[in-house]
């Protein structure tokens, strides 16, 4: 009983670190895709240039920070007619260069992994770009559409078909302070909650488990912290194997990426690890279902490869500009609630969430959660009539 309380008391000092973050975070993600419109979306990302890239880079920024959303989102706009390597880059900014993701980083582990995320989630994009360039043969992607054009369920379909934008040609300022702009904050705000629940708990509870109960000296080992030469090889070879068998996407990987950094993971292999949520094996799944095998054990190389390159490059040059944080001063949040700016924080932002939430339910929410995994087809009629045609 001791072990487990120990556990559950990282768990609760974890949750209570991040809580303002997570709703600042999700209040200005609801903001972005209020004003942008996911038919909108199609159309800017119809090829590979770099322009694109960049841009889908920046809408999946913008979007939803729930993997199984972002990873229906990207099938979706591939099925509307995007280009299939813009829309992989919009569905790997959609979890890895979020902002709630960047805040709650430099909370747990510092602005160096703040900088390391947002620097390194555009050399994946590119590397994955060359990679599907050169090595994408033409017959695999025709399959790939075609399976994809089936139609087959995954996850978060109806979370990932709801466009929630205010439309009209008011000025933005306007749009969001009007009845219907904080509607539709307030309905994209708690989808994303609820989106993103499950695993930001799962991982909460996971990292204080291990951190209670797995000793230092078994990640020391496991992470050749002995050989430093070694252990920066290592480190981004093994940290997204270790997040495909946990089970753990999105935001709720960053608690087990705390424990894994201070048990001696190196920084690229940090990195590594928190951008392969895209390969959890849940997931892995879907894009079989999406795309078929083939192109499932093609995504599973070109972003393991992507993944693993990019930690080596933040892992250098992070080292060769000295922004490497000391390993041994990382330590795990402990000491729960007291008066601090985080608990005035989270008083806050916990008042305006309960708003929001308050909104939601007085304006058909309810309704709109029971269709998250629902047909994409139900969730846009559904959204259609919730807004008045707005969709």
Request: proline share 3%; charged share 15%; net charge positive.
């Amino acid at each position: 009983m001791h072990a487990i309380g120990h556990a559950l008391r990282i768990t609760g000092a974890m949750t209570w670190e991040i809580a303002w973050a997570l709703i600042l975070g999700f209040l200005l993600s609801a903001i972005v895709q209020a004003l942008v419109r996911k038919a909108t979306i199609v159309r800017w990302l119809g090829d590979d240039r770099p322009r694109t890239l960049a841009l889908a880079s920046g809408l999946g920024a913008a979007s939803s920070s729930c993997s199984y959303a972002a990873v229906a989102l990207a099938r979706s706009l591939f099925r509307k007619g995007a280009n299939f390597t813009a829309a992989m880059a919009f569905e790997v900014a959609s979890t890895n260069l979020v902002v709630e993701l960047g805040i709650i980083l430099a909370l747990l582990m510092g602005w160096q992994f703040t900088a390391a995320e947002f620097a390194g989630g555009p050399v994946m994009i590119a590397l994955l770009a060359v990679l599907f360039r050169f090595l994408l043969p033409d017959r695999l992607l025709r399959e790939a559409r075609h399976q994809a054009d089936r139609g087959l369920a995954g996850s978060m379909e109806g979370h990932a078909a709801m466009d929630m934008s205010v439309t009209g040609d008011a000025p933005l300022r306007r749009r969001m302070l009007s009845s219907r702009g904080l509607t539709c904050v307030s309905h994209i705000f708690v989808m994303e909650w609820a989106a993103i629940l499950r695993d930001l708990v799962g991982g909460l509870l996971i990292a204080g488990a291990i951190a209670a109960w797995v000793p230092d000296s078994f990640w020391q080992h496991f992470f050749l912290t002995g050989h430093p030469l070694a252990a920066k090889l290592w480190g981004p070879l093994i940290g997204p194997l270790v997040a495909m068998i946990s089970f753990v996407c999105s935001i709720g990987n960053v608690p087990l990426a705390v424990v894994l950094w201070k048990g001696g993971i190196s920084f690229g292999g940090v990195v590594a690890f928190i951008f392969a949520d895209l390969l959890i094996v849940p997931i892995l799944n879907i894009y079989r279902k999406y795309y078929g095998a083939r192109m499932a054990l093609f995504l599973l190389g070109t972003f393991y490869a992507a993944m693993a390159a990019a930690g080596y490059v933040i892992e250098l040059l992070f080292g060769g500009l000295g922004l490497i944080p000391d390993q041994h001063a990382a330590t795990l949040p402990t000491m729960g609630v007291s008066w601090n700016y985080t608990t005035w924080l989270n008083i806050v932002f916990l008042m305006l969430a309960a708003v929001l939430v308050t909104r939601f339910l007085r304006t058909g929410g309810r309704q709109m959660l029971a269709m998250m995994d629902g047909a994409p087809e139900e969730s846009h009629d559904h959204m259609a009539h919730e807004h008045g045609g707005t969709t």
